[in-house]
């Protein structure tokens, strides 16, 4: 059992690829928590696509043990959160378990859209900060600079800011110190009733369910009957815990640790975060304060190529489930693409990681429909009902008025791109609600519909800005817009896999940029195929594929003129009625190059 005053636990927050995770890699070394033969980079990004894109998507906890310079050994928690705006429900919940946050700010770059969002998580969860400067190695770096922009800029005192460089371990020992010396020690009483947060779950396939805690009050033993406050259920508990990286077993957390605890739990869904946990018998009485669930903001179907791999697609898309709580998911059937389903995500970058995992883990090829996001419908009877998909959408006529998600985007840019990024925003119908400048970048706030963001907004804004800005969004409600559905006509028949919502204003320019699109995917047929793009019963953008011509006058050589024009006709008749009966066969291709919609 360790003592409450030598225990530190605390999160790294900062922007992606500032360095999170080369941190805890040095500190994990420092600390001689793993044998340098065991030791790898990115210790702590476990999953392939991690490692793969260099990024952190799930937040992972390790132990440290740290003797001090004052001669005192100490415990320190550490949990290595994701830098990117659709991970953000896994930073706020790792920032409700630990008491201080280590920011860290890339000495050449300087403050990043993400590293505001993420620190203001911290600030909200009342840590302590300690901010570190990393990359100091480098020849572009400038830490008086960057050290004065995190004091402007963020408004927290930088004059101490400790100078590291997490690739070489320069700083590594002073960044440790500063964790024993300034980061507050946990708050709680042993004596008191069992209560501990639940801070993740997942699923694992020979344990089951391993919920990582962090205790609060009180002490948890192997053995002991516990229940989950918001459900009621009681567990008995078979194994506990610590992280250092790999598992090791411990016989019992305390307050103020972190550790994990499975309990023959069959499922992640019965495992709530920020749910509490106490004992069963003399439980404690209040729970702690819960997180608000995540909520998907962008929907798109997920549908198998090869319509016989349905079964294959709904065992793999359960088992994801079970490890990302984020992500909800309900069937759906399409006239073009068969048997699917309905996906709930975070954001783009989120359904990205999915669709990778889904056909590199399971091996199953995938079409992914427009994404789109939630709509509310009002119907003039005073109905209102949520649209995710938008070949779901009623009947116009009975229509009142539809609100659109909007969203609060912040983009930090250069100061030479800002008028490229102001068009951008402003051809995206955004409404700039602030402008100010942090040295020699400008910070842009800007009010945008959130179906205008998940096509390519943030491809186009990293193309404008030659990859220099930095852009995270929160939503901030719905609004009512003229908006109205648009299909796709390919032979005069509807295909729902390409239907989308879009502004009137709009509806003719992204209708034509969809058929012409069209036009260059579908093979030709041996009859001529119009591809339309219509709201309700309107056509407005029309193109036509022409037909593949056999020349039936071939074999006609010399002779009357009339039997060249009979062959001609019949063939002309033929055409006629194979359009009546004939079926377009759109490849999948040209429904994924027809989704990826450039505006």
Not at 16 to 22: F, P, V
Not at 220 to 238: E, F
Not at 358 to 378: G, K, N, Q
Not at 448 to 472: H, I, M, W
Request: hydrophobic share 40%.
């Amino acid at each position: 059992m360790t003592d409450l005053a030598h225990i530190r636990n605390f999160s790294i927050v900062a922007h992606i690829d500032h360095g999170k995770s080369t941190l805890a890699d040095r500190l994990i070394q420092e600390t001689k928590t793993v044998a340098d033969r065991d030791m790898k980079a990115q210790m702590l990004d476990s999953m392939d696509i991690e490692r793969e894109r260099g990024i952190t998507i799930k937040a992972q906890t390790v132990r440290l043990e740290y003797e001090a310079d004052d001669g005192e050994t100490y415990t320190l928690n550490l949990i290595d959160t994701p830098g990117h705006v659709d991970f953000a429900y896994e930073v706020s919940r790792s920032m409700r378990a630990v008491e201080g946050s280590l920011l860290v700010v890339d000495s050449t770059q300087g403050v990043e859209a993400q590293t505001l969002a993420n620190v203001y998580q911290a600030i909200d969860a009342d840590h302590e900060i300690v901010p570190v400067l990393n990359k100091i190695d480098l020849p572009a770096a400038d830490c008086d600079r960057v050290a004065e922009q995190i004091e402007d800029v963020i408004g927290i005192d930088a004059s101490g800011a400790i100078r590291v460089s997490a690739k070489t371990g320069i700083g590594i020992h002073e960044v440790l110190e500063a964790i024993v010396a300034h980061l507050p020690a946990p708050k709680g009483t042993l004596d008191a009733p069992l209560k501990a947060m639940l801070v993740d779950s997942w699923y694992d396939p020979y344990l089951g369910v391993v919920v990582l805690v962090r205790i609060m009050d009180g002490r948890l033993r192997k053995g002991d009957r516990i229940r989950m406050m918001q459900t009621g259920a009681v567990y008995p508990v078979d194994r506990i815990g610590v992280f250092r990286p790999g598992m090791m077993p411990v016989d019992e957390l305390t307050t103020g640790e972190i550790g994990f605890i499975t309990a023959s739990i069959k499922q992640v869904r019965d495992t709530r975060v920020g749910d509490t946990i106490t004992t069963e018998k003399k439980g404690c009485e209040a729970p702690l304060p819960g997180f608000k669930p995540s909520v998907p903001v962008v929907f798109c179907g997920l549908f198998p190529v090869d319509s016989n791999e349905f079964e294959d697609l709904r065992d793999a898309i359960e088992k994801l489930a079970l490890n990302d709580a984020s992500f909800s998911y309900e069937m759906e059937t399409s006239a073009a693409l068969g048997f699917g389903f309905r996906c709930g995500f975070l954001g783009l970058l989120h359904l990205e990681v999915i669709r990778d995992r889904l056909e590199r883990e399971y091996d199953i090829e995938l079409i992914t429909t427009a994404p789109s996001v939630v709509y509310h419908i009002h119907m003039k009877d005073g109905e209102s009902r949520e649209l995710h998909n938008p070949a779901d959408m009623p009947d116009p006529s009975h229509v009142d008025s539809i609100d659109e998600p909007r969203i609060k985007a912040t983009i930090l840019v250069p100061d030479e791109f800002l008028g490229d990024v102001l068009k951008l925003c402003q051809d995206r119908r955004g409404i700039q609600l602030d402008l100010t400048y942090a040295g020699s970048r400008a910070m842009v706030v800007y009010d945008l519909p959130l179906n205008e963001v998940v096509f390519d907004f943030y491809d186009r804004l990293k193309s404008v800005t030659k990859g220099y800005a930095s852009f995270d969004y929160q939503i901030i409600g719905h609004r009512p817009d003229n908006l109205v559905k648009m299909q796709i006509l390919v032979n005069d028949e509807p295909v729902d896999a390409l239907s989308t919502m879009v502004h009137r204003d709009r509806a003719e320019m992204r209708g034509r940029a969809m058929v012409e699109k069209l036009k260059d995917l579908i093979p030709r047929h041996m009859f001529k195929i119009p591809i339309q793009a219509a709201i309700g019963g309107k056509v407005i953008a029309r193109e036509t594929l022409s037909a593949l011509r056999k020349d039936v006058t071939a074999k006609c050589y010399g002779g009357d003129a009339t039997r060249k024009k009979k062959l001609l006709e019949k063939q002309k008749a033929g055409k006629k009625k194979m359009r009546q009966f004939g079926k377009v066969d759109i490849p999948q291709e040209a429904f994924i190059s027809a989704l990826k919609m450039d505006s």
